[in-house]
């Protein structure tokens, strides 16, 4: 089916003008079957001309209520962003055929904020600049990422950027995962039972996992315990995942650094009292935003605009047991 014929059928998706604008100048995607919308939220008229949304906006959640609200059934829906936890996930898994994320679209500039954390540590960095602002001339005993023991905690196609890039600098990286298999670039896998066990050793954990119920708390006070004094712990995953107070008290005590991308409360409130933490690396959850992230999802964009059409199946479509795992029906 040609995008003119999938008009002729019905099929139009509802996106942001300025995407209808790249749809079609980049990507040579049929006018007709958009329907471009601009302003705060899309009209009535426009949604009921729909039979697909994306949905790019600064709220995506307020967004999908609008929608829901006046076209009770979707065929298809896509987001920008990899996780749902931050969606009215129960109403879309009743009311859309098929949705489709973002997912792996940030695994490349992500994995490299990974390596900057790793090389921000080893590296000294924060101490050597502290160093230098007080005026003082000293060189420190550095640390190498080679033999370096890494433990990544989530496979999905960011863990495992994460561990080609960290494998490529001679790190020993050792993969947590609900199902054990072979991943490239682990050394080995190991099930979630033995994550206390496997940080005891490990001189970073890194953490690339979606904010579901089974996941939540998963990184608690057992297990940063169990990491060695001065380890680093990175979280471009969802903040979820660790117990902010069990981390606070290890960082600002000292006996471990963090490097976080993601946080509890966002915005981060200017009285936090994470912003008087020095051994801390801080990112305002946008380590995956890049031009070239930009340009790969307007790609997934128009590549499933296009599958759409042509009544193919979509790519990065959330699986049942994705839905299951966000509704609390299953395992992390």
Known sequence: MSGGNAFFHGRRVLVPKKLAHTLVETYGIAAPVLVPWSGDLPDPERIAAASAAVLWHRDPARLCHHLLQHKPRWEWMHSLWTGLEHLPVVALQRAVNVFTTGKGTGAIPLAEWVLLALLWHAKRVAEQDALFRQGRWETLELGELRE????????GAV??????????????VVGVARTPRKVAGCAEVV????????????????LVLPGTPSTHGMVNAQVLRALPHGALVVNIGRASVIEEPALFQEVASGRLWAALD????????????????????????GAYRTQKFSQRHAQRVAENLRLY????????????????????????
């Open 262 to 285: 993601v946080w509890w409360q966002e915005p981060l409130p200017p009285d936090s009292p994470w912003r008087a933490v020095r051994n801390l690396l801080p990112s305002p959850h």
């Open 159 to 172: 863990g495992k950027q994460v561990a080609k890039l960290l494998t490529a600098c001679g790190a020993q």
């Open 148 to 155: 370096a023991r890494v433990v990544i905690v989530g496979l």
């Open 309 to 332: 059409l042509e009544g193919r199946a979509l790519k990065a479509r959330v699986k049942r047991k994705e839905w299951e795992e966000m509704l609390g029906l299953g395992g992390a």
């Open 191 to 206: 099930p979630l039972a033995k994550l206390t066990e496997v940080c005891a050793q490990a001189q970073a954990l890194v």
